[in-house]
T-cell receptor, first 111, second 114 residues
């Protein structure tokens, strides 16, 4: 079972920041928080991951609370092409560990 | 990241038949995974495929129904056997990057069983 809880859907105005929350209260010390997204009819796409420090890359920022029980994915300037289902996943760092997908958050970016 | 492709991209099949889905990566990878995504649902792992060994299946999936081959480090196949309409899903393969630990997904195979 997925170890994360996310809101089922969110809307965001184009050009504004999209803040997607995720609860993972049972995360263990050696587990990372990963974010993937799935645009309609495509395979999931890796976005970002982190352990305890905040992370930023060209796609997004990841803010992890100090107790690591929750996190927020931030898309700083959402575009229509960011409309997708966003999955927050907790897993060990080993690439050999499969991903356990929850239901994710369906983000709709609105013009 | 390596390029990962799947064939066919979609198919419509009759009940009782079997379909083999191919997954090709353009560089050698150790671990490959097969996932199923039923209509309107999230992804569920079917099995993990290591080159040179039997695939490891998740609960609810069996080798007789979903036989998997992994003949080399760049290729894998998943067969959906004796299909029924309940097998209508998107089937996705993925590989794990040994360096970055990320998983990269293929575009998926959309299967419809009539």
């Amino acid at each position: 079972d997925a170890k994360t809880t996310q809101p089922p859907s969110m809307d965001c105005a184009e050009g504004r920041a999209a803040n997607l929350p995720c609860n993972h209260s049972t995360i263990s010390g050696n587990e990372y928080v990963y974010w993937y997204r799935q645009i309609h009819s495509q395979g999931p796409q890796y976005i970002i991951h982190g352990l305890k420090n905040n992370e930023t890359n060209e796609m997004a920022s990841l803010i992890i609370t100090e107790d690591r029980k929750s996190s927020t994915l931030i898309l700083p300037h959402a575009t229509l092409r960011d409309t997708a289902v966003y999955y927050c996943i907790v897993r060990l760092s080993s690439g050999n560990t499969p991903l356990v997908f929850g239901k994710g958050t369906r983000l709709s970016v609105i013009a | 990241s390596a390029v990962i492709s799947q064939k066919p991209s979609r198919d419509i099949c009759q009940r009782g038949t079997s379909l083999t889905i191919q997954c090709q990566v353009d560089s050698q990878v150790t671990m490959m995974f097969w996932y199923r995504q039923q209509p309107g649902q999230s992804l569920t792992l079917i099995a993990t495929a290591n080159q040179g060994s039997e695939a490891t299946y998740e609960s609810g999936f069996v080798i007789d129904k979903f036989p998997i081959s992994r003949p080399n480090l760049t290729f894998s196949t998943l067969t959906v056997s004796n299909m029924s309409p309940e097998d209508s899903s998107i089937y996705l393969c993925a590989y794990a990057s040994a360096i970055s630990k990320e998983q990269f997904f293929g575009p998926g195979t959309r299967l419809t069983v009539l």
